[in-house]
């Protein structure tokens, strides 16, 4: 299999790739911190530099849903267009703005930080604009307008961002120890972010949804509540709140990092044509595995977040706890992230994944077949966020090995890293975007109405088949191509002497060419 990917990649090499010379000699040294250890100070600012990402995304993920259904008002059917349109969107931006990232100027700070900073205010304003609502004095069309095209513009922002923030892991300096390090203090402060973020937006925005829910108990049945104008306001001041951490995150990251050029790199490297560097990038049989199976686990996860405060306020009948019950499932993701650094690192990352994912389902299959049972939903989230923890570090804790690997095979193939992680992120965000849009739409045809204070039958139905059944499903799809995932740990020692093979080959050419 490793024999036919690298002449695969030669093939299209020697076909499409032209090679860059270096002036002044042969070989030119691309990273100055391979020899030293990573500081824990830079991990720590790197780190950070996620808390934006998952703040906003899971504040997101959890309550724009409701925010479009129960708050604005909107149709489920033009809700469910909004979040795919949108997510689709941004799926498709990650892998262009990959492209411009790899082929944008090295300048004296990086090529991957000016992204971070240039993209930065414009993404802390369009996140405020998406939970401002100018519904008071517009129709409903251009509501609709409105938040399709702030939730767009607000994904291509954070794709700016996220994907040179992403790639920036392989430009660290250090060596594999220290990305593995520098990645699980990164899914700490992730976790701990998307706490942060819940829990603001929880905590502000909860207090106006019990009153709503109380309102709802004191009028008809059927009846849609329609004074929102206090849960709008607490909506816009938790995305003020947000948007300054976003600032100070970011700001912490682009002060407290330096940018790394990649590994030596002879003087006949080349650089690839977007289609030729897409096609080697596609036919990595690791990167293929890796992709996929984190396809289908994020759809399980997605669908979970995206209908949990909905499960809790109409089918539960928890309306007045989901954040509180949110907060628990993210502390406990939180607690765990540390244990399973510990787990991965002594039993190996596979076995991590497996042990970890397969834990998700009984909590799910309680979740939902428990109603109103309070304390035993508690019990459950705090073992939901056990396998959260895992969805969280596994999946770029396991990308650099795959790239390492394709380093190993094509040695003379650079500047793929930023493709790489764009088109992760794009399968990512693809998940997300089609079980937003799946899930709004299958409560629209299940009879949901917004702002409504009690709902058919089918509505509870169909959020209790959204949060286990259709979930565990994926799940079980993503374990199964996990099987085949062909790098474990033994792959993982080999990969490191190799890669030290080209680099010292690359050494000894430096040196034959100076002389």
Not at 371 to 382: H, K, R, S, T
Request: net charge neutral.
């Amino acid at each position: 299999m490793g024999s036919e990917e690298q002449s695969l990649g030669e093939k299209l090499l020697e076909e499409e790739a032209e090679p860059e010379p270096e002036p002044g000699g042969s070989v030119r040294v691309l990273q100055k911190g391979n020899g030293r250890t990573l500081p824990l100070c830079r991990k720590l600012c790197f780190a950070v530099g996620g808390a934006p990402y998952q703040m906003t995304g899971n504040a997101i993920g959890f309550f724009l849903q409701i925010f479009l259904l129960d708050v604005v008002q909107m149709e489920a059917f033009y809700a469910s267009l909004i979040l795919f349109i949108g997510r689709v969107w941004d799926a498709f931006t990650d892998p262009i703005v990959g492209f411009l990232v790899s082929k944008s100027r090295r300048t004296r700070f990086g090529k991957l930080l000016p992204w971070i900073l240039f993209s930065m205010p414009f993404g802390v304003a369009s996140y405020f604009l998406l939970w401002f609502s100018p519904s008071y004095t517009m129709s409903w069309e251009y509501s609709f307008f409105w938040y399709l095209i702030t939730y767009c513009a607000f994904h291509t922002c954070m794709s700016c961002f996220h994907v040179p923030y992403s790639a920036l892991t392989m430009f660290l300096g250090g060596d594999q120890h220290d990305r593995d390090s520098a990645t699980a203090y990164r899914m700490g402060v992730e976790v701990v972010a998307t706490l942060a973020g819940a829990a603001i937006q929880g905590q502000i925005v909860g207090a106006y949804h019990t009153q709503t829910a109380e309102a709802c108990l004191m009028i008809q049945n059927g009846t849609a509540f329609n004074d929102t104008s206090s849960l709008k306001w607490a909506y816009m001041v938790a995305a003020m709140v947000i948007g300054s951490l976003y600032f100070l995150c970011s700001m912490i990251l682009l002060l407290g990092v330096k940018e790394h050029t990649s590994c030596f790199a002879p003087k006949d490297h080349f650089h690839v044509s977007y289609l030729t560097g897409l096609k080697l990038v596609m036919s990595h049989k690791p990167y293929l595995s890796l992709t996929f199976g984190f396809l289908f686990i994020s759809l399980a996860f997605q669908l979970v977040q995206n209908n949990f405060a909905l499960f809790c306020t109409h089918a539960a009948g928890l309306g007045g706890h989901f954040q509180h019950i949110i907060f628990v499932i993210l502390v406990s993701a939180t607690i765990m992230v540390p244990f399973w650094q510990w787990v991965l690192v002594k039993f190996g990352k596979k076995l991590a994944l497996f042990v970890g994912l397969i834990w998700y389902i009984p909590p799910l299959i309680t979740i939902a077949t428990v109603n109103g049972n309070l304390p035993v939903i508690i019990v459950m989230a705090v073992a939901a966020g056990v396998s959260l923890a895992v969805a969280f570090l596994l999946p770029w804790s396991m990308l650099p090995d795959v790239v390492d690997d394709f380093r190993a095979k094509n040695p003379h193939c650079l500047d793929l890293e930023p493709l790489f992680y764009s088109f992760y992120v794009f399968f990512t965000k693809f998940a997300a975007g089609a079980s937003l849009g799946f899930s709004t739409l299958c409560l629209h045809f299940s009879g949901y109405r917004p702002g409504s204070c009690e709902h058919i039958p089918a509505v509870a139905m169909t959020l209790k088949l959204l949060i286990a059944p259709v979930p565990i499903t994926l799940l079980l799809i993503g374990l199964i191509i996990f099987y085949f995932y062909p790098i474990n740990e033994a792959r993982r020692k080999e990969l490191k002497v190799e890669l030290e093979g080209v680099v010292k080959g690359w050494e000894v050419e430096l040196e034959e060419n100076s002389l």
